[in-house]
């Protein structure tokens, strides 16, 4: 067992942090609000710290103001850090900026430059696919614009394809600017309570106070949890994918069989009735996938996020506590590696695929309409794939670095 480092017993630093984007970027802003949470719950006991997630949904309310934008920021207050998302659509004008988000952006960075608050600024725009009939070309002009004008202003801004990138990318940067922040002088700064959440892993038994307790109190208990955590997710995942592969393979074999069974058909033409039986074959097996994919690319996505989240958090309770990091993290950058492979041969099987469905006029429309439908689906499912290979190198960087 490694030795751990006692928990802090100073009094607990309430750091806010105010999440500035678009309307259309819900999803994003609910995921910041969970990091938020996370981190609190893996390390706000030990550092001595809670974390206030600022939106104006949850921390504004109607008032009166010369602008409706004055009445938020008014209310909003001080805060420690700015994050600032941003899609395809950059919003609405304030009567001052050209949307909300500009103008939060711009009085972030202002008081960063002139006062130190808020101490930390950090953006990020998707670089998500999206159809060109949901891109508005106006919005989307004035957000490049915007993103020429964030990278002048000095802000090292990040680009992000789907959540799970983005949760890795966002972690990583509230931890490292927690601790900076934590290593300034907080006299002026209120005071909050250091009870925290139940860990979400443990949600369905909030009852089972005893096990809540030990995990507030014993963070290498925690850390094995989240480790736990981890596999099983990813086992859920490899699950999935393997299940996936085999729908692929069967496809690919129907095919065949039918190949076959044409050219036998064109010497014997009384083969032909095999023939419509091995074709219809190929039509459901090619219908079931292309179902099957249409259906678990999202439980996929999110068992994945899961997996990297809980990797993530454990190895960030143990850098900070324990003297065998090195030992801890080498098992986990395995896993990874081996994670990252599997997911790898799988996407270059189905870009391989794709593109081996010739045209049969012989077989009718039928055939023509799912050939390009299953060749797309491919495309995307490999890229979709590669986004998450991306994802792992991201966080094998993060977790693979010494413990300082």
């Not at 500009?102 to 006062?115: C, P, R, S, V, W």
């Not at 491919?378 to 890229?383: C, G, Q, R, S």
Request: proline share 4%; net charge negative; aromatic share 8%.
């Amino acid at each position: 067992m490694s030795e751990t480092r006692p928990l802090k017993e100073t009094h607990v630093r309430n750091v806010r942090v105010f999440i500035s984007s678009p309307g259309d970027m819900v999803l994003e802003r609910d995921l910041v609000v969970k990091i938020c949470q996370d981190i609190e719950q893996d390390l706000g006991n030990i550092l001595g710290f809670r974390i206030d997630p600022i939106r104006w949904e949850t921390h504004a309310n109607s008032a009166v103001a010369e602008r409706s934008q004055e009445a938020i920021t008014k209310q909003i207050g001080r805060y420690d850090i700015y994050l600032g998302i941003m899609g395809y659509y950059f919003g609405s004008a304030t009567g001052k900026f050209a949307s909300g988000t500009e103008e939060e952006f711009n009085d972030a960075l202002i008081g960063h430059q002139t006062k130190s608050v808020p101490k930390m600024v950090q953006f990020y725009f998707s670089d998500a696919a999206i159809r060109p009939d949901e891109l508005d070309n106006n919005q989307y002009a004035k957000v490049k614009q915007f993103k020429r004008e964030v990278g002048a202003a000095g802000v090292f801004y990040r680009n992000f394809q789907d959540l799970p990138k983005l949760e890795v990318l966002i972690r990583q940067a509230l931890l490292n600017d927690i601790h900076s922040i934590l290593s300034i002088s907080c006299d002026d700064v209120p005071e909050a309570t250091s009870e925290g959440p139940v860990y979400s892993e443990l949600k369905p038994y909030s009852h089972l106070k005893n096990l809540e307790e030990l995990l507030v109190n014993d963070h290498e208990v925690a850390v094995q949890l989240l480790a736990r955590s981890a596999v099983e997710y990813i086992e859920v995942y490899v699950s999935d994918l393997s299940e996936t592969t085999a729908k692929l393979v069967k496809f690919t074999k129907a095919m065949t069989d039918a190949g076959k069974e044409a050219e036998a058909a064109k010497k014997n033409p009384q083969k032909a009735k095999y023939l419509l039986k091995k074709v219809n074959a190929v039509f459901d097996s090619m219908e079931s996938f292309i179902d099957h994919v249409f259906q678990i690319v999202q439980p996929l996505e999110d068992n994945f996020g899961r997996s990297l989240s809980s990797f993530q958090r454990a190895a960030s309770i143990q850098r900070l506590l324990a003297d065998d990091y090195d030992t801890f993290i080498k098992p986990v950058i395995e896993a990874l590696d081996q994670l990252r492979g599997q997911i790898e041969q799988s996407s270059t099987a189905s870009r391989r695929t794709s593109s081996t469905f010739p045209p049969i006029e012989a077989l009718g429309a039928r055939w023509e309409v799912n050939r390009k439908i299953l060749a797309a689906v491919l495309e995307d499912f490999a890229d979709f794939q590669d986004r998450m290979v991306s994802s792992i190198d991201t966080v094998k960087g993060i977790v693979s670095e010494s413990k300082p």
